[in-house]
């Protein structure tokens, strides 16, 4: 526990005092370190401690919230009476259910925590980075790392009597490589990470990572643009599924929902998409860098299948989109911090394994792009309009990959592109994000099998 129940009682009790229907807590203490190396040279160090309360209140529709650094009796009620008195008196008072304490049952397993683990080690990884990339090629000019982790610990209580304590731990290591062949420059940048403590970075093959990275960097160097045009695309597994959640994701949200501000909206138990397609928000991956034992609201993580067989079934729905749109909750309630009140967000979001071979989507190409490694983007999360960059791309040509191209990026409107998948592969793969919303930046896995696009416009150079 983080404070004694006896405080959480007496903050709900407050915040009810002038007629809010439900009144939650969210405690947290979170330890936080990011370690960056340049040039195999550590170059910063950034570690800190996060510890506060954020109470909410609803009063039907409308949320009022609060939050206080201050963890004493004292400065919880004062917190929630301060939340309480900014809607004014009521007729009514509503009483809280007795606090009943439920342990939660973790799915996920941790090493050791992030302050146990020595420095020097940390440093080692990050250092590793630059040794794997100079020893790949002598192009390499600049080698950056990053290692992020954090550990928190959470108590959560409510007015209908809920009462919880979960911790978490996150850890992630980030690499940009730099490279300079004849005058032309090129970066580009891929991670690894996992809901669990840093031990897994002697699990993984960091080698390969950055190797990767390096190969990705020279190739782009020699590429030529990639033409401009519609043309169908394959769009590779792993992150290639950033486009899906940012683009559609979001839309499925209750807290676009709700607003009737998405393109999804009214569209329940409606085809939008080929028998091929289904699309998982799953809460319930061990170790997944997007899973929870429980959302920040407290409720139990679920998978949840928003899309099956072409078809919406579901939402992402957190307490307050239950209330407002009559959905059930599915856990899915999640905050950066106690700064943030939750909102309804993805957790470990992608399309599902299909039916098809990759080999054969490809062979199904007179003249098209294989977009093997995505970048960033941006979406109109209203309309789900996005432009989204491809790292590394190649021309498809009688059904074959052949020359690499560069500054490629897909252009499109995601409810539509979901109706133009034709083929999606066995293949599935995820890889970690961060999501920013409402609620926070806060980690998120992506993915997908390779997917066949019939056809979408591609940016890049017209001849």
Same mark, same amino acid.
């Given at each position: 526990?983080?404070?004694?129940?006896?405080?959480?009682? %007496?903050?709900?009790?407050?915040?009810?005092?002038?007629?809010?229907?439900?009144?939650?807590?969210?405690?947290?203490?979170?330890?936080?370190?990011?370690?960056?190396?340049?040039?195999?040279?550590?170059?910063?160090?950034?570690?800190?401690?996060?510890?506060?309360?954020?109470?909410?209140?609803?009063?039907?529709?409308?949320?009022?919230?609060?939050?206080?650094?201050?963890?004493?009796?004292?400065?919880?009620? %004062?917190?929630a009476l301060q939340a309480a008195?900014?809607?004014?008196?009521?007729?009514?008072?509503?009483?809280? %259910?007795?606090?009943?304490?439920?342990?939660?049952?973790?799915?996920?397993?941790?090493?050791?925590?992030?302050?146990?683990?020595?420095?020097?080690?940390?440093?080692?990884?990050?250092?590793?980075?630059?040794?794997?990339?100079?020893?790949?090629?002598?192009?390499?000019?600049?080698?950056?790392?990053?290692?992020?982790?954090?550990?928190?610990?959470?108590?959560?209580?409510?007015?209908?009597?809920?009462?919880?304590?979960?911790?978490?731990?996150?850890?992630?290591?980030?690499?940009?490589?730099?490279?300079?062949?004849?005058?032309?420059?090129?970066?580009?940048?891929?991670?690894?990470?996992?809901?669990?403590?840093?031990?897994?970075?002697?699990?993984?093959?960091?080698?390969?990572?950055?190797?990767?990275?390096?190969?990705?960097?020279?190739?782009?160097?020699?590429?030529?643009?990639?033409?401009?045009?519609?043309?169908?695309?394959?769009?590779?597994?792993?992150?290639?599924?950033?486009?899906?959640? *940012?683009?559609?994701?979001? =839309?499925?949200?209750?807290?676009?929902?709700?607003?009737?501000?998405?393109?999804?909206?009214?569209?329940?138990?409606?085809?939008?998409?080929?028998?091929?397609?289904?699309?998982?928000?799953?809460?319930?991956?061990?170790?997944?860098?997007?899973?929870?034992?429980?959302?920040?609201?407290?409720?139990?993580?679920?998978?949840?299948?928003?899309?099956?067989?072409?078809?919406?079934?579901?939402?992402?729905?957190?307490?307050?989109?239950?209330?407002?749109?009559?959905?059930?909750?599915?856990?899915?309630?999640?905050?950066?911090?106690?700064?943030?009140?939750?909102?309804?967000?993805m957790r470990n979001t992608y399309?599902?394994? =299909?039916?098809?071979?990759?080999? *054969?989507?490809?062979?199904?190409?007179?003249?098209?792009?294989?977009?093997?490694?995505?970048?960033?983007?941006?979406?109109?999360?209203?309309?789900?309009?996005?432009?989204?960059?491809?790292?590394?791309?190649?021309?498809?040509?009688?059904?074959?990959?052949?020359?690499?191209? %560069?500054?490629?990026?897909?252009?499109?409107? =995601?409810?539509?592109?979901?109706?133009?998948?034709?083929?999606?592969?066995?293949?599935?793969?995820?890889?970690?994000?961060?999501?920013?919303?409402?609620?926070?930046?806060?980690?998120?896995?992506?993915?997908?099998?390779?997917?066949?696009?019939?056809?979408?416009?591609?940016?890049?150079?017209?001849?």
């Amino acid at each position: 526990m983080i404070i004694q129940p006896h405080i959480l009682s %007496k903050a709900i009790d407050a915040a009810l005092s002038t007629g809010a229907d439900f009144a939650d807590i969210f405690v947290e203490e979170t330890y936080s370190s990011v370690l960056t190396s340049l040039n195999a040279k550590p170059e910063n160090a950034v570690v800190g401690t996060l510890y506060g309360a954020g109470i909410r209140l609803f009063f039907g529709h409308e949320i009022v919230y609060v939050t206080t650094n201050d963890l004493s009796e004292a400065g919880m009620v %004062k917190a929630a009476l301060q939340a309480a008195r900014s809607k004014g008196d009521a007729s009514k008072i509503y009483q809280p %259910k007795e606090l009943l304490y439920t342990p939660v049952d973790s799915i996920h397993t941790f090493g050791d925590k992030p302050w146990e683990v020595n420095r020097e080690k940390k440093f080692h990884w990050l250092n590793s980075l630059d040794q794997y990339a100079r020893a790949r090629s002598s192009l390499v000019t600049v080698v950056e790392g990053h290692l992020n982790e954090k550990f928190q610990r959470v108590q959560i209580a409510n007015s209908s009597g809920l009462h919880k304590y979960d911790e978490r731990a996150y850890a992630r290591i980030v690499n940009s490589t730099y490279v300079e062949d004849q005058g032309n420059k090129e970066v580009t940048f891929d991670n690894v990470g996992h809901m669990g403590t840093s031990e897994l970075f002697d699990q993984v093959d960091l080698k390969k990572l950055v190797e990767n990275n390096v190969d990705r960097a020279l190739l782009l160097a020699k590429s030529e643009y990639a033409p401009a045009g519609d043309m169908p695309v394959v769009i590779d597994n792993g992150f290639g599924g950033v486009l899906f959640h *940012e683009a559609c994701g979001h =839309g499925l949200e209750t807290t676009s929902v709700a607003k009737g501000s998405s393109v999804f909206n009214g569209k329940l138990n409606e085809r939008i998409a080929a028998d091929c397609v289904s699309a998982i928000d799953d809460g319930t991956i061990a170790n997944g860098w997007g899973s929870l034992n429980v959302d920040d609201e407290g409720r139990e993580t679920k998978k949840t299948t928003l899309i099956d067989k072409g078809i919406v079934t579901s939402y992402i729905v957190d307490e307050m989109g239950s209330r407002q749109t009559g959905y059930e909750a599915t856990g899915s309630g999640r905050r950066q911090s106690y700064k943030f009140a939750p909102a309804s967000r993805m957790r470990n979001t992608y399309i599902a394994a =299909g039916p098809h071979k990759f080999e *054969e989507m490809i062979r199904d190409i007179d003249y098209g792009l294989y977009a093997k490694k995505m970048g960033g983007g941006s979406v109109n999360p209203g309309t789900g309009d996005y432009n989204f960059q491809v790292q590394e791309a190649y021309i498809v040509r009688n059904g074959k990959i052949e020359e690499s191209v %560069k500054g490629a990026c897909l252009i499109g409107r =995601g409810i539509d592109t979901l109706g133009k998948i034709v083929k999606v592969s066995d293949e599935l793969q995820l890889a970690p994000g961060m999501c920013g919303s409402v609620s926070g930046t806060l980690p998120a896995a992506v993915g997908q099998p390779q997917i066949l696009v019939s056809s979408l416009t591609v940016g890049g150079r017209a001849k």
